[in-house]
Each structure stands twice: as structure tokens, then as C-alpha cells.
């Protein structure tokens, strides 16, 4: 099981801000990269998801995009609105069934 | 799109009595389902596989006999809680894998089950 450092652990961010949260990977020898997002009290949802072959996926607000040599995936939201606060998690593994710490995101109006 | 449904919501017990969650898929067969326990503020701890028709597979420190999974159908999977106790409190949380968007295989989640043991 390889290791993933999800970063930041916590964000706080102004409305209309750009949110970043990162996962760094050991290697990246993924099929398939989600991303997903979970309101408190709440499952969690699939947000974006990639695929490596790709560099970079949009949907609306949301950008994920891959760094090969960083072996970095990361998610960004656009124009952050307090609607955003949730927790964003990514797979720790490849197999996407294992998940990293966490990244708890605050948007403040 | 996929739908999980997941039953309690919430459920309250008391010490020593078995709890059973239901999660089931709506709108598509799946044959392989998973089972998360969350604490509060941190990260889903993936407590078990469950396939249709066989036994579960269990994540090294989960408890099978405290744990119990049925997935005796395509749609349904269960975990029961037996005996439980205080520190069996939290958020259990399942899941479906289901063939989502761009053909990849994509979890679906359930709302999540909050257990409190008295």
C-alpha cells in the first residue's frame, strides 16, 4: 500500500479565493484518479476524477491536474463559495479504495 | 446516476445489544461493496470487502466477529455490529463499486450511519 500526503490538512479560504489541496504520490501507477468531496455528517461523493494519460481535467469550478514528474495530483477550486466547505479526500492507492487524510476546507463569505 | 441507499441513518443502543446497517444499491447490481468506519474530523478507514456470494475480506486489526458482512444479493449488503459497546460509537459508511462515468470503475456512497452505544 503506497503512501499519499494530502496537503493542507486544514484550509481557510476567503469567498471567491482559489482552494488548493495536493496528493503526492510515491509512484503514480494509477488507472484511474477521483477525487472526492464529503459534506459533514454526510458519505462522501465522487467530485472530478482523472485519468494519468490526461494532464488536466475541468469541470466548472473545479480543476484537477497532474504533475507527472511531482508525481503530484491536485484539485482546484475556482471562485470558492462557503457551499464548498467539505472534506476533500484522495485514494491513498491505486486502487482507490484506500483513502488519504483528509483535507477539511473552509470558505469564509 | 448510481444511488446507494444506507439504513439507520442513525441508531441508538444499548451496551451489549447487535446493531444491523443495510446498504443497498438502487439502480445497479454490485457485486462488490465496501464497509468505512469514520471518526470524527478523521479520514475513512476501509474496514472490509464485500463480495457477492462469498465471504467478506477484512482489513488487518477489524474484528470479523464483531463485524459481521452479508452480501447475500446483488443489491444488498449488511454489517452487524454484535455485542456492541461505547467505543463501537461512530460513522459507518458503505459503499458500491459501480461502472461510472468514462467507463472506470467509481465508488458510490452511502449517507453514512451514525451507531451511538449507550
Known amino acids: 500500500q503506497q503512501q499519499v500526503k494530502q496537503s493542507p490538512q486544514s484550509l481557510i479560504v476567503q469567498k471567491g479565493g482559489i482552494s488548493i489541496i495536493n496528493c503526492a504520490y510515491e509512484n503514480t501507477a494509477f488507472d484511474y484518479f477521483p477525487w472526492y468531496q464529503q459534506f459533514p455528517g454526510k458519505g462522501p461523493a465522487l467530485l472530478i476524477a482523472i485519468r494519468p494519460d490526461v494532464s488536466e481535467k475541468k469541470e466548472g469550478r473545479f480543476t484537477i491536474s497532474f504533475n507527472k514528474s511531482a508525481k503530484q495530483f491536485s484539485l482546484h477550486i475556482m471562485d470558492s463559495q462557503p457551499g464548498d466547505s467539505a472534506t476533500y479526500f484522495c485514494?491513498?492507492?491505486?486502487?482507490?479504495?484506500?483513502f488519504g487524510t483528509g483535507t477539511s476546507l473552509t470558505v469564509i463569505p | 446516476g448510481a444511488v446507494v441507499s444506507q439504513h439507520p441513518s442513525w441508531v441508538i443502543c444499548k451496551s451489549g445489544t447487535s446493531v444491523k446497517i443495510e446498504c443497498r444499491s438502487l439502480d445497479f447490481q454490485a457485486t462488490t461493496m465496501f464497509w468505512y468506519r469514520q471518526f470524527p474530523k478523521q479520514s475513512l478507514m476501509l474496514m472490509a470487502t464485500s463480495n457477492e456470494g462469498s465471504k467478506a475480506t477484512y482489513e488487518q486489526g477489524v474484528e470479523k466477529d464483531k463485524f459481521l458482512i452479508n452480501h447475500a444479493s446483488l443489491t444488498l449488503s449488511t454489517l452487524t455490529v454484535t455485542s456492541a459497546h461505547p467505543e463501537d460509537s461512530s460513522f459507518y459508511i458503505c459503499s458500491a463499486l459501480d461502472r461510472g462515468r468514462n467507463g472506470a470503475n467509481v465508488l458510490t456512497f452511502g449517507a453514512g450511519s451514525r451507531l451511538t452505544v449507550l
Open positions: 485514494p491513498s492507492t491505486g486502487n482507490q479504495f484506500y
